[in-house]
């Protein structure tokens, strides 16, 4: 492929980073608008100059592309508080700044600066533009990248700000999350201690059994109510019965489908764009009402299972059920198959737009996401994403072939006992907790269980809903963070006494 291919107009690229807002990834509904209420903290959106590619001198000389940033100094003690450095995931990252009130609770208390940073090709921070998600252009799409972009950022930015005694912490949920404990373990001489919430880097990196994710979907239901499960597993039988017998214009209107199915893939269309309104429910079971991802309302779990035993029509409460995640303005006429789920290398579902296409490239190459569900261990249809399966897929759609034991030899896989100073949170609604490290390691490799949280529920804003168990948990990684940041600080003192001895 031609390198020249890789070439571009900075200003070309600026022009379509604005013009084509991208919708967030894996998110159903349009973004809430900025601003919020005046308790928010006012942050500012700044972009900076990122180098293209950290890992080839010869390719793209001197290329930048605009990489945007959130930050806020109203709580900082100005060039001695810590820096709270959130890595950004796959989405926009207002969407992270805007649920994760946690951060700038603490940044509150302990005077710091607040950064959140974009990932690179999600959001507005597309190195090509509109041609980001084109061959050759996304190869510059890697773990590597986006870590090397936020180690460049931090050091930059602190020298700008005068902020070269404060010390880092990083923040991050999910991918998020597996991000900040990659800083710790590749630049600890600028990350003081990562909080990783709801981050499953052991099944990503291959460490897990394929059946575990969609198992634990159907446990929150069950734990819900046995009946629950029963109904869905059930329900999903009728579907097939009648998929079996062809009788398609009765699932049209069992499921309100814009158009009728026709075929074996339509089938297979409708039941991954229903399992995919169980994981996004299961994972965003918070006790209170959000905008995240969606719109859920208050224990959506609880919800959905009252909704799937609201009445005997089993189809009719199952497309009700759906209704929650991708009906949740109560405006939707019918159930377009192809545009509100989009099949992709991520059975847990890409969400829509650019996102879900720069994530989709991740899931093909470095990120191991081949989880499957069986109808055994879980109550969904039988839908399996095998090894091979995502091997062609990704030789299809990208070209590239994936690496599974990459992100394990790259990032040390389960063999972390030499790192420090992590915390590692999970809730144990979260379908995604069993796929990261539940014991801790070491009193530097802290795991923290949030009985009741769903994905990252520790990194939200206080909420008087908040289950006992989440408050314990900031209250804990309150205390780290703040031991850590005492660490630095004194670790940073030896060091310049001895240079004053030398
Ligand atoms: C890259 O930047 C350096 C320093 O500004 C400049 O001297 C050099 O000509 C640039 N190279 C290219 C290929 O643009
Ligand atoms: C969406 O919700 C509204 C309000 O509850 C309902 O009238 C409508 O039928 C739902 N649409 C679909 C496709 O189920
Ligand atoms: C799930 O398993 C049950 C019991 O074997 C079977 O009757 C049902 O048809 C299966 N459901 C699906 C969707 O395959
Ligand atoms: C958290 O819960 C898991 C699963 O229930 C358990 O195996 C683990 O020991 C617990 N870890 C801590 C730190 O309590």
Redesign the pocket.
């Known amino acids: 492929m031609s390198k020249s291919l890789c070439f571009f107009s900075l200003t070309v690229v600026l022009f379509c980073a604005v013009v084509l807002q991208a919708r967030p990834y894996r998110s159903y509904v349009k973004p809430q608008q900025h601003g919020g209420s005046k308790a928010d903290p006012q942050f500012t959106e700044k972009y900076f100059p990122q180098i293209m590619d950290h890992f080839n001198f010869l390719s793209l000389i001197n290329a930048t592309f605009s990489q945007r940033y959130l930050i806020t100094d109203q709580y900082w003690r100005k060039g001695s508080g810590p820096i709270f450095f959130y890595t950004g995931n796959e989405g926009d990252i207002w969407e992270f700044a805007l649920n994760s009130g946690f951060i700038t609770e603490l940044a509150a208390k302990q005077g710091a600066l607040v950064i959140f940073a974009e990932h690179r090709y999600y959001g507005k921070s597309l190195p090509f533009g509109k041609d980001s998600f084109s061959l050759p252009q996304i190869s510059l799409l890697t773990v590597e990248q986006a870590l090397a972009d936020y180690a460049v950022m931090i050091t930059e930015l602190k020298q700008q700000l005068a902020a070269s005694a404060c010390p880092v912490i990083v923040f991050g949920g999910s991918y998020g999350g597996m991000l900040s404990v990659y800083m710790r373990l590749k630049y600890p001489n600028i990350v003081a201690g990562a909080l990783a919430a709801s981050a499953p880097i052991l099944s990503t990196a291959g460490l897990g059994d394929s059946r575990q994710f969609f198992h634990d979907v159907t446990a929150d239901f069950e734990n819900c109510a046995p009946q629950c499960r029963d109904a869905v597993?059930n329900a999903?039988?009728q579907?097939?019965?009648l998929a079996e017998r062809q009788d398609y214009s009765v699932i049209q209107s069992k499921f309100a489908l814009c158009k009728p199915p026709s075929s074996a893939q339509d089938i297979h269309q409708l039941n991954g764009l229903l399992r995919n309104a169980f994981t996004v429910i299961a994972m965003l079971d918070y006790p209170y009402s959000t905008h995240f991802m969606g719109s859920m309302p208050a224990n959506p779990v609880k919800v959905a299972c009252q909704t799937m035993l609201s009445g005997p029509d089993l189809l009719t409460n199952l497309r009700n059920t759906a209704g929650i995640l991708y009906n949740s303005t109560g405006m939707l006429s019918c159930f377009d198959l192809y545009s509100l789920y989009v099949e992709c290398a991520d059975p847990t579902g890409c969400g829509l737009g650019f996102d879900s296409m720069a994530w989709d490239y991740q899931a093909c190459t470095e990120i191991n996401l081949c989880y499957e569900s069986n109808?055994?261990t879980d109550m969904f249809?039988?839908m399996s994403f095998t090894e091979a399966d995502r091997d062609s897929y990704c030789a299809k759609r990208w070209s590239v072939m994936p690496r599974p034991d990459w992100l394990r030899i790259q990032f040390w896989g389960d063999a972390l006992s030499a790192a420090s100073n992590i915390i590692f949170s999970n809730g144990d609604l979260d379908p995604w907790a069993n796929g990261g490290v539940r014991r801790s390691i070491s009193p530097s490799l802290v795991a923290i269980n949030i009985t009741g949280g769903a994905h990252h529920l520790d990194l939200r804003g206080s909420n008087e809903a908040d289950p006992e168990s989440v408050l314990v948990a900031r209250k804990t990684e309150a205390d780290l963070i703040a031991k850590w940041v005492t660490m630095s600080k004194d670790q940073m003192a030896d060091v310049y006494s001895e240079n004053i001895h030398l």
């Open positions: 597993r999903f039988h579907l097939k019965e109808n055994l249809p039988p």
